[in-house]
């Protein structure tokens, strides 16, 4: 995750520097992209100095192991305003919580979700998770209950918001009165507890 995360940063545009204990992955990096690359740990201050921590705007922790996240992130936390760490465990989520330490979710745990989805409603997708819910996409099917609906009337409920409709090669910011037709990929925001409940309340609308 960190060596994607770094390649697309890099090509956003922005000052990237990495650090790994594992020199070869180091190298590696450096070749492939145009950045700093850092052999050491990210729980050492003068590892932390040499990657420019004092300049940086943000601070990322993605290994896959929770204590070293931690122990980076608090480190970092002191002089850096904004601190993000992958939780690779669900039950150490609520100890970055305390330390007010943005997280994102463990990428397996995601995938199982998507895969499960995937499963029991074939037509949707989860496309990210954040924090407390997750994104996820449906087709609209011709001749389904929502198809012809408007978004007012095809109201979700409160645990649902309708982000955004891909149709045929334009991208819709929906409104009230927008028509959904057969066709129309819909990606929506829901909760994540109501997941499930919430798939499984538009395939019933849309499929």
Not at 59 to 69: E, L, M, R, S, Y
Not at 76 to 99: C, G, M, Q, Y
Request: charged residues 30%; hydrophobic residues 40%.
């Amino acid at each position: 995750m960190g060596k994607a995360l770094a390649g697309l940063a890099v090509k956003k545009g922005y000052n990237v520097a990495v650090i790994d204990t594992d020199q070869t992955k180091c190298s590696e990096i450096a070749d492939q992209y145009d950045l700093l690359a850092i052999c050491g740990s990210a729980t050492d201050q003068a590892t932390l100095d040499a990657a420019g921590l004092d300049r940086a705007d943000t601070f990322v922790a993605a290994t896959g192991d929770d204590a070293v996240n931690l122990m980076a992130c608090m480190t970092a936390k002191r002089r850096v305003k904004t601190v993000i760490s992958v939780v690779n465990e669900k039950e150490h989520e609520e100890l970055f919580r305390d330390a007010e330490i943005r997280i994102c979710e463990n990428r397996d745990e995601i995938a199982a979700r998507s895969l499960l989805i995937g499963l029991e409603h074939p037509d949707a997708q989860i496309l990210t998770a954040i924090e407390g819910g997750c994104i996820f996409e449906i087709t609209v099917s011709d001749g389904s209950k929502g198809c012809g609906k408007t978004v007012r009337e095809a109201d979700g409920g409160r645990d649902i918001l309708y982000v955004a409709v891909r149709r045929g090669g334009e991208l819709i910011i929906p409104n009230g009165d927008l028509v959904f037709q057969a066709g129309d990929v819909i990606v929506i925001f829901t909760k994540k507890n109501d997941e499930a409940k919430s798939v499984d309340k538009m395939n019933g609308l849309f499929h």
